[in-house]
Every structure is written in C-alpha cells, then in structure tokens.
C-alpha cells in the first residue's frame, strides 16, 4: 500500500476549473495503478478515472469524459486530476486511490487498496 494525500478542492462557479493533486509516499507508486473516485451523501463511491502505471492507458467515465483529464508524474510521486467545464453535477468528495496492478485500467473499487482522505468539490451554478 502507500498513503495517499489529496489537495486542491475548493469552491468554484459552474464552468470554471481545478486541478486535483494527490500525493503519494512509499516506493512503490510507479508500478502502481491509480484512480479517481468522487462520492456524494447517501450515494455510493463513484468512479472518475484510472490510469496505468506509466501514464499510457487512461479511462474515465462517461460523464466526465472530454472535461477531465488524469495524469501522472511518477517522479514527484503525483497524480492529478485536472478538472474543466465543471457543473454542479461534479459536486462531490473526490478521493485518489491506488491499486497494486500497474497495468491498462480498472473502474472497480475492489481493486483498489490504498485511499487518500478525500477532497470536497463545489460547484456553484
């Protein structure tokens, strides 16, 4: 496992954007997997998007597709979520995750064992 750290929520208009950054210790995160979920009161844990260990393979749900964008910097042990075109409907608190398989993509929670805090998303309309 490693421990995860998010930042970068925040309060922000509809149509505007933020940049999630979650930060990672631990030596192993450059073979690791990792992805983003957001969940909301009463709802379940949502997925946002995965990437792969290198950063080749990325996915991300239909409803954020074209707005958000997943990277990774594997030598400052960082992965990002760069968030634009926000609307309401993103509102949320979004958590990094990793996963002990580096390889292609996964949208499944169970697959995930390492998760940060979280960090809360508003967005105003």
């Known amino acids: 496992q490693v421990q995860l750290v998010e930042s970068g929520g925040g309060l922000v208009q509809a149509g505007g954007s933020l940049r999630l950054s979650c930060a990672a210790s631990?030596?192993?995160?450059?073979?690791?997997?990792m992805g983003w979920f957001r969940q909301t009161p009463g709802k379940e844990r949502e997925f946002v998007a995965s990437?792969?260990?290198?950063?080749?393979?990325?996915y991300y749900a239909d409803s954020v597709k074209g707005r958000f964008t997943v990277s990774r910097d594997n030598a400052k042990n960082t992965v990002y979520l760069q968030m634009n075109g926000l609307k309401p409907e993103d509102t949320a608190v979004y958590y990094c995750?990793?996963?002990?398989?580096?390889?292609?993509?996964?949208?499944?929670?169970?697959?995930?064992?390492?998760w940060g805090q979280g960090t809360q998303v508003t967005v105003a309309s």
């Open positions: 995750a990793g996963r002990k398989s580096g390889l292609g993509y996964s949208t499944a929670f169970i697959e995930y064992d390492s």
């Open positions: 631990g030596r192993t995160f450059s073979s690791r997997g």
């Open positions: 990437i792969s260990y290198s950063g080749a393979v990325t």
